[in-house]
């Protein structure tokens, strides 16, 4: 599904009146970066099939604008059922693709992943990127070690919503966040941008109750 632009403001109207939930792409062709990343937003648009994509020029719709309290370019607004759900400002693709995951399990990341900061501030931003982070090997449908398949077990066996990072896809995540973190393996659990552990700690405690109270707080 490609993405559609808006010629009219009934077009608008109609279009959030979607049975899929809509993104609405606020954007500007005199962008310094409207080639690119309307070329990112038409491959999220082919990769989420029940999900409706359209594209408006803010300032040709400034009313529109103004009633969904759009105040830069670009900006996503997701709707679901004409009432809307969420939005992201600024060309943040990755954000974008994990708001719109919001109803699944899993959230699989894009690599590399791409940030203005540096060092610390790279990775303090890296595991704030989802509640629950979980820096694995490979993905929760093809685990690439043991240790990772068995925490995906683990944390699908008490129906947890977790996002996932596949660190054999970023060689330089995968040793730099080893540093970050103070923890030389694989895989590991974050929650709301704290290290919880490894497979081992992980499976205390859910033995011991702590891990689901830890995952709901």
């Not at 279009?15 to 792409?25: G, M, T």
């Not at 970066?33 to 803010?58: C, G, H, M, P, Q």
């Not at 990775?123 to 090997?137: C, D, E, I, R």
């Not at 540093?179 to 033995?207: C, H, N, S």
Request: some cysteine; proline content about 4%.
């Amino acid at each position: 599904m490609s993405v559609q632009k808006i010629e009219t403001e009934e077009q608008f109207d109609q279009s959030l009146q979607s049975s899929n939930r809509v993104v609405v792409y606020f954007c500007e062709e005199w962008e310094t970066n409207y080639a690119t990343l309307s070329a990112s937003v038409e491959t999220a648009a082919k990769s989420f099939k029940d999900v409706s994509f359209y594209k408006i020029l803010a300032e040709k719709f400034p009313k529109i604008a103004l009633k969904y309290g759009v105040t830069e370019v670009p900006t996503f607004l997701i709707f679901q059922g004409g009432q809307e759900t969420g939005r992201v400002n600024g060309a943040n693709i990755a954000e974008l693709t994990v708001k719109l995951h919001t109803d699944s399990k899993k959230v699989v990341f894009s690599y590399p992943y791409k940030s203005d900061a540096e060092g610390d501030e790279f990775y303090k931003g890296l595991v704030n990127k989802a509640p629950v982070l979980l820096f694995m090997k490979g993905d929760p449908k093809e685990p690439r070690c043991g240790f990772s398949r068995q925490i995906v077990s683990l944390l699908d066996g008490i129906n947890a919503t977790y996002s996932t990072f596949d660190i054999l896809k970023d060689e330089n995540v995968r040793q730099g966040l080893k540093t970050f973190a103070e923890w030389p393996t694989y895989p590991q659990l974050w929650i709301k941008g704290d290290l919880i552990g490894g497979l081992d700690i992980v499976r205390e405690m859910l033995e011991n109750g702590e891990l689901e109270a830890a995952l709901k707080g």
